[in-house]
Structures are given as C-alpha cells and as structure tokens.
T-cell receptor, first 111, second 112 residues
Framework: DAKTTQPPSMDCAEGRAANLPCNHSTISGNEYVYWYRQIHSQGPQYIIHGLKNNETNEMASLIITEDRKSSTLILPHATLRDTAVYYCIVKEAGNFNKFYFGSGTKLNVKP | EAQVTQNPRYLITVTGKKLTVTCSQN?????MSWYRQDPGLGLRQIYYSMNVEVTDKGDVPEGYKVSRKEKRNFPLILESPSPNQTSLYFC???????????FGSGTRLTVV
C-alpha cells in the first residue's frame, strides 16, 4: 500500500472551510484514497473515498490531483464538532485485509 | 441500524486472568478486524479475518487470539493478559464494496 504524509496538526476557524492535505506520491492505479476521522477516543468514522475523480457527500469533498499524488479533504463549513484526528489512507479497492492508519492530522476548530 | 457492537465498553482485570472481548456486526460483512490504540502509537492492527474460518495476523498479534466461527462474530481472546495489553481496542468490519471499515465504539481494557 502506498504511504501517505499528512501535517500533524491544523487550525481552522469555526464556519470557515477546513482544507486537509495528504501526499501519496507512490499511489498505484488501482488504489483508492480513503479519509476517516476519529473524534476523541471514539471509533474511527468513514468520511469519503475516491479513485481519481473529485467526490462530494454530505460530510465533505475530496479533491484528488490529476497525477493522483496528493489529495485534499474539504470540510466546507467547519464546526466545533469537527475537531478530530483525520486520517488519509491509500488502499487497493476491496482489499481490507490490512488497513493502515498513519498519524493523521489533528484538526482544531476554534470559535 | 447497521453497526459493529463490542462488549464490554470498559474492563479492568488482573494479570493472567483469561478474558474475551466480543464483537458482532449486523451487516453481513466478510472482513473483520481488531485494532488497538495507544498514545503515541496510533491504531495498530492485531488480527483480521477475510471470512468464516479465515484469519491472519496483523502487526501486533502477540498475546492475542481470535476466532471466526460465524460471519457476524469475531471475538478477541487474551489467554493471559499482561499490563502491556492495557489499551483501547476497536473492532471493525467491511463488506466487499469500497467503503472501508465500520468501527465499533471501542473497549477500554486495563490490566493490573
């Protein structure tokens, strides 16, 4: 599985967009980009995933660069409840034997 | 409601006393997995299972056992718990679609 690199922490003002970057320069053609978040000590929560097209759901948008070497998770209007650790994971589709979580990015949403 | 259920949520036990943490999912998922989470070390995979009677080691399997006799259940067994197994444990499951794992709420285990 391709390795991912994320900044350890980021701040965002409440109500503003939070843009969380992830580098995955060794991603291969059949690997998807997944985003999860973990609020305090709760179980990680799936947010969104994509292969090469940009994706949007009710929680967030995922922007993947054309060369697929990096991506950005966008929370359009961050709230205090979005304060969490966000994990970017690259994984071959349908192969969940090993699903590695790196260190993630701690997003602090401030009033 | 689709969910992964772990029990117990909290457990304090003594060194050497066998224990089992149960995990059950109601989504007919093939894949199930156990993780432990420790400060500074993140989430580490203990064991995973690809289907009934098919299990394999993750990154930190020492001191743990699992079984997958039914598709919905994936218990984690600590035959002789030690203090270094004090941790927050998560069970997760996934189907063949691309959505990744659904996680349980966690079990906080303390071994004294």
């Amino acid at each position: 599985d391709a390795k991912t690199t994320q900044p350890p922490s980021m701040d965002c003002a409440e109500g503003r967009a939070a843009n969380l970057p992830c580098n995955h320069s060794t991603i291969s053609g059949n690997e998807y980009v997944y985003w999860y978040r973990q609020i305090h000590s709760q179980g990680p929560q799936y947010i969104i995933h994509g292969l090469k097209n940009n994706e949007t759901n009710e929680m967030a948008s995922l922007i993947i660069t054309e060369d697929r070497k990096s991506s950005t998770l966008i929370l359009p209007h961050a709230t205090l409840r979005d304060t969490a650790v966000y994990y970017c994971i690259v994984k071959e589709a349908g192969n969940f034997n090993k699903f590695y979580f790196g260190s993630g990015t701690k997003l602090n949403v401030k009033p | 409601e689709a969910q992964v259920t772990q029990n117990p949520r909290y457990l304090i036990t003594v060194t050497g006393k066998k224990l089992t943490v149960t995990c059950s999912q109601n989504m007919n998922h093939e894949y199930m997995s156990w993780y432990r989470q420790d400060p500074g070390l993140g989430l580490r995979q203990i064991y995973y299972s690809m289907n009934v009677e098919v299990t394999d080691k993750g990154d930190v399997p020492e001191g743990y056992k699992v079984s997958r006799k039914e598709k919905r259940n994936f218990p984690l067994i600590l035959e002789s718990p030690s203090p270094n197994q004090t941790s927050l444990y998560f069970c997760a499951s996934s189907g063949p679609a691309n959505y990744g794992y659904t996680f349980g709420s966690g079990t906080r285990l303390t071994v004294v």
